[in-house]
């Protein structure tokens, strides 16, 4: 694992290391073409009555006229793109690791998605997925789209029965997808349909792993890789929205307020156990004592640990566990037992198993925006290391003056010019 500035408790995003490294590209986006003009459909101007619950959205789906919606329409905008603006690949072309060796593009630290179809391991660069968000692929001979929203640094693998594509509209920053079947705008963020016929639908998650390139290729020598011959002409060791992955500025309003603890663009990972919402910093979750955080949420006892020979930080149900150290990627309990991986990332002894829950990784002003109640494990500015629910009193958390003030740029559709690919 990379800590680019020297403290582990500050770990450098997983995309965002490209502004600091190779200078960043203000684009209208990452389409690098006029895109479509024309949009899935136009947003209805008119809110539902009821009120959206705390993560900004509807406990149940809402109807405006003749249209469902889990979201309040006035918190959708337009990207700027219009639709398919950002050209998704429907084709993708994989290489071996030393082919992708060979191309020159991807760098050590920078994450990847990382999938197993059958016996194979695939790789996903983000630096590959900022300038195109969606990849259509197989696993087990069944479709998937393998997605990426670089605003939020959200991530996610669905099953997808037909073409989706990029809608050019977002919700709390999330770029929206759409699926050309029904038109319905999904969320990745919620994990269902946002706003269409399908709303409120849960999407068809398939488990993955955020994985640095240079512990993947190590890990997977027999690999393959998506390769940079896209069919567009793309600058991969750039990244589309340079400026904006250094910056407190986000470019569109969100639903729910920002809550001021860490920085916003700070990467969290975040799971959800009996309606518990915790986010924790992988930095001190290394340096915690024994190299873990074993702790109970609601009832369930859960263990949360880094993975360093995959650069992952990992989650576990630990029913009737107690576990005491992190042994390379493995895990030992206090009875002196050795817990192993699986290939589906749950922890396995004897026959006994341990379900692995899959975090939601992304940037803090996201996840705090859509979990205000989150609790944390992370190091709050101004408090130290906090664990478990928090509020911030005066002098404490991310400074948030006017001059210094997460700022809504709305030059994102309107103002920003596009730039060749070079």
């Known amino acids: 694992m990379s800590y680019p500035t020297g403290d582990r408790n500050i770990r450098m995003t997983k995309?965002?290391?490209?502004?600091v490294l190779l200078g960043g590209l203000a684009l209208l986006g990452a389409g690098c073409g006029s895109g479509g003009s024309a949009e899935v459909y136009a947003i209805v101007d008119k809110d539902p009555v009821a009120a959206v619950n705390a993560y900004g959205y509807y406990d149940e789906v809402q109807q405006v006229g003749r249209v469902k919606t889990l979201v309040r329409p006035s918190d959708i905008h337009r990207s700027g793109q219009g639709v398919d603006g950002i050209p998704v690949l429907t084709a993708p072309f994989f290489v071996t690791v030393d082919e992708a060796e060979t191309e020159g593009v991807l760098i050590d630290e920078f994450y990847g998605i990382s999938v197993k179809d059958g016996e194979t391991r695939k790789f996903y660069p983000l630096q590959i997925l900022a300038w195109h968000e969606i990849v259509h692929d197989t696993m087990d001979g069944a479709p998937i789209i393998v997605t990426y929203s670089p605003?939020?640094?959200?991530?996610?693998?669905?099953?997808?029965?037909?073409?989706?594509?990029?809608?050019?509209?977002?919700?709390?920053?999330?770029?929206?997808?759409?699926?050309?079947?029904?038109?319905?705008?999904?969320?990745?963020?919620?994990?269902?349909?946002?706003?269409?016929?399908?709303a409120g639908r849960d999407l068809s998650t398939i488990p993955f792993e955020l994985v640095p390139w240079e512990k993947w290729r190590e890990a997977y020598p027999e690999g393959r890789v998506l390769s940079t011959q896209t069919g567009y002409a793309r600058r991969y060791d750039r990244s589309p929205y340079g400026g904006y992955l250094l910056s407190r500025n986000i470019f569109f309003p969100m639903s729910q307020p920002f809550v001021a603890?860490?920085?916003?663009?700070?990467?969290?990972?975040?799971?959800?156990?009996?309606?518990?919402?915790?986010?924790?910093?992988?930095?001190?979750?290394?340096?915690?004592?024994?190299?873990?955080?074993?702790?109970?949420?609601?009832?369930?006892?859960?263990?949360?640990?880094?993975d360093e020979a995959r650069g992952v930080l990992r989650a576990h149900e630990?029913?009737?566990?107690?576990?005491?150290?992190?042994?390379?990627?493995?895990?030992?309990?206090?009875?002196?037992?050795?817990?192993?991986l699986d290939e589906d990332g749950n922890l396995i002894f004897g026959d006994r198993v341990l379900r692995t829950l899959v975090p939601q990784t992304m940037f803090w002003f996201g996840w705090s925006s859509l979990h205000p109640d989150s609790h944390l494990y992370g190091n709050v500015r101004g408090k130290g290391l906090g664990d478990g629910p928090f509020e911030i009193e005066e002098g404490e958390g991310v400074d948030l003056n006017e001059d210094n003030e997460i700022k809504v740029d709305a030059s994102f559709g309107a103002e920003a010019t596009e730039t060749e690919a070079q």
């Open 318 to 340: 630990a029913v009737d566990v107690d576990f005491r150290s992190v042994d390379g990627e493995d895990l030992m309990d206090r009875a002196r037992n050795r817990w192993t």
């Open 151 to 198: 605003l939020t640094e959200a991530t996610g693998v669905y099953r997808a029965d037909g073409a989706f594509g990029v809608s050019g509209y977002v919700w709390n920053n999330e770029s929206l997808m759409y699926d050309e079947a029904t038109k319905t705008l999904w969320s990745r963020l919620i994990g269902r349909g946002a706003y269409g016929s399908q």
């Open 261 to 306: 603890a860490l920085e916003p663009k700070a990467v969290v990972s975040g799971i959800v156990v009996e309606g518990i919402a915790k986010a924790y910093q992988e930095g001190p979750v290394a340096q915690n004592e024994d190299g873990l955080k074993q702790e109970k949420m609601g009832e369930t006892n859960i263990v949360v640990w880094v």
């Open 15 to 19: 995309f965002k290391a490209m502004g």
